[in-house]
């Protein structure tokens, strides 16, 4: 969508390098080679498998073990790794950053991590955390494409020494990835994704473990019926388990809060639901639609039934 | 999928009623058409609104607001209305349906319903109960269609003194409608059903109302970063209140015992969090994929990443 209004005539940055090839790392390659607005692209993994990868699917032009000859004359460093390797890589390549790159990150979590990272860095290299609201279940190189940001959100969390042409360059890298991008401190940020993406990754987690583990009823049946509802929390809960340990334990703050809200409300249905309160139950249930409406409205999610799952796209009502 | 394989010559039944012309009711009468199994159709709804646009939709041939009359000379009669409705709904029919007329339901909740029309069917006409676990979070006679129940599971709930030709009679409809049918008692299906349906429905309903009800994150926050994972809560949130209102109030054993084991696993993930157990979160997340695995083995979601939302359907990867 944002193709044709952003390629610029020459790349923004000479050389992007990614440190971490998965979701997110191979759709920002895809992004960003479909706006034109990187030069050359260079990877990073631990893993043998993933650097295979990502130099036959084209996502870089190298791929490396070692974050240190990733960072090599590149102008944006962007971590996509899990949030809690952030320390060890930034102290690794703090001493072999370019004067005058952007470093950022793409981590659900930014107090911590934005911490961690920024003791690292050294003067004249420019640290600005962020976090592109986006995601799809599924992990790796394989799974990335390029319009996995088109019109969501990416947050940056600036501090107030953020040098502006830098922060400026970052704003628009993003843009023309397809994102809008908002800005908030990284503990407002941490509180807004508990409740947006923290703890309904945890309750569907949850739920699919409490499933799993009945005695009356049998996992069969829990497959066989989950067309009721319980599917739709599988597809979260099918997320990437080493991400999503990281995130929990670098917002537990944040998450435990949220997390009490959450019970302390679900009690009040509990007790509505026991002494038979049809009318609180009716009104709760009632409120809940608005905000799927706003969400509708705003795109962030498709208004068709079910998400379109039966082709029901294509009826006419 | 299964038109050609299930058109009869004659029609199985000369005269469908549907009690009730909401999403279920809409999609029955779609799919009954579609496999031409029944003859004609009638419907009954309280609200004229409905009884119009049912008509105009062509959905029933005609539309009454006293189920007395929609079931006049019906030898197929399917409650489709909320569980609330079904008593005084089954008094009132009683007495006016058909001699050899089957009585069916598609409610969401077996065991109290059972009792509750049971005891007016007379002698002679045959009350089996069912629920096609089929759905979408839209509502009313526009929101049905013809693929609703293709592949999905339909539970009847039979007791053993339920008339075996009639049994059959209702089975090969369910299928000629596209589903596959299970039987069980109604019992058990209120235990499945609270941990593949209601508990999700209910978790959904209320981290959304958690997530409205913020002092220190906006609505507007909620909504433009939805995408993180909530939205996906949201949809089954926007499900019929009035309802899901009826489900709980008539499913609240199973549901309480389904909730407090959902809250004792929560509990137990919340302590991870707090003291850093960062193996148990691993541990349960990766779990949890699996269940997702047999879900899409068994065709119960698609397999596109993010249900297919971006268009990610026709990625070659």
Not at 111 to 127: D, L, S, T
Not at 264 to 279: K, S, Y
Request: overall charge negative; some cysteine.
């Amino acid at each position: 969508m944002s193709e044709a209004k952003n390629k610029p005539a020459t790349p923004m940055f000479k050389r992007l390098a990614l440190i971490g090839i998965g979701l997110i790392g191979s759709s920002i390659s895809h992004a960003a080679r479909r706006a034109g607005v990187v030069g050359d692209i260079v990877g990073c993994s631990p893993s043998a498998a993933t650097r295979e990868a990502a130099v036959r699917l084209g996502l870089v032009s190298q791929a490396f073990a070692d974050p240190v000859d990733a960072v090599k004359d590149a102008d944006l460093v962007i971590l996509c790794s899990p949030v809690g390797t952030y320390e060890k890589i930034a102290a690794a390549i703090g001493p072999h950053l370019e004067p005058g790159a952007i470093v950022s990150d793409v981590g659900s979590v930014k107090a911590a991590p934005v911490r961690e990272i920024g003791q690292h860095i050294p003067e004249g290299v420019h640290f600005i955390a962020g976090h592109p609201v986006a995601g799809t279940e599924q992990s790796g190189p394989e799974a990335g494409f390029a319009e996995l940001f088109d019109g969501r959100w990416c947050i940056l969390t600036p501090d107030d020494t953020a040098d502006k042409t830098a922060l400026a360059k970052l704003v628009t890298f993003w843009e023309a990835l397809g994102s809008r991008v908002e800005m908030m401190s990284p503990q407002h940020h941490d509180l807004v994704l508990a409740i947006t993406s923290h703890v309904p990754h945890l309750i569907a987690y949850n739920i699919v473990n409490t499933a799993a583990h009945l005695e009356r009823v049998t996992d069969s049946e829990v497959i066989k019926f989950s067309a009721g509802g319980f599917r739709d929390f599988t597809r979260i809960a099918a997320s990437d388990p080493v991400m999503w340990r990281d995130v929990f334990l670098n917002n537990k703050e944040a998450v435990l809060e949220m997390l009490g809200r959450f019970s302390e409300d679900l009690v009040a249905l509990q007790r509505a639901i026991r002494f038979g309160d049809g009318d609180m139950l009716e009104k709760t249930f009632t409120d809940a639609r608005s905000v799927r409406r706003g969400i509708i409205q705003a795109s962030q999610d498709t208004p068709q039934p079910d998400f379109g799952r039966h082709g029901t796209k294509e009826r006419s009502s």
